[in-house]
């Protein structure tokens, strides 16, 4: 059974930086799509951010140029660095990744934005 946990929420204020880390108990290298999820209080969960095995990366409109999608293989770790935060931002974070035959979802990590 494939474990992914996340961790790195927590409480910010508007304009801070949040970096969230999912570790997977299994190798990443042989995953072939990651990618951090969201889903905001009464609202439907939604892709935030998307890596690839080639390296092509793909994010929501909502947070292009402000969170940066990244992983370490030697870690079996993927990254989400979120910059600039806003309110609209504050969301229960999700990690999934996906390899061939079956994707895995983490249990979720709490980012709530507000001064």
């Known amino acids: 059974q494939v474990q992914l946990v996340e961790s790195g929420g927590g409480l910010v204020q508007p304009g801070g930086s949040l970096r969230l880390s999912c570790a997977a108990s299994?190798?990443?290298?042989?995953?072939?799509?990651m990618g951090w999820y969201r889903q905001p209080p009464g609202k439907k969960r939604e892709l935030v951010a998307a890596l690839r095995s080639g390296g092509s990366t793909n994010y929501a409109d909502s947070v292009k140029g402000r969170f940066t999608i990244s992983k370490d293989n030697a870690k079996n770790t993927v990254y989400l660095q979120m910059n600039t935060l806003k309110p609209e931002d504050t969301a229960v974070y999700f990690c999934?990744?996906?390899?061939?035959?079956?994707?895995?979802w983490g249990q979720g990590t709490q980012v709530t934005v507000s001064s």
């Open positions: 299994r190798s990443l290298s042989s995953a072939f799509a």
């Open positions: 999934n990744v996906a390899w061939t035959g079956a994707g895995y």
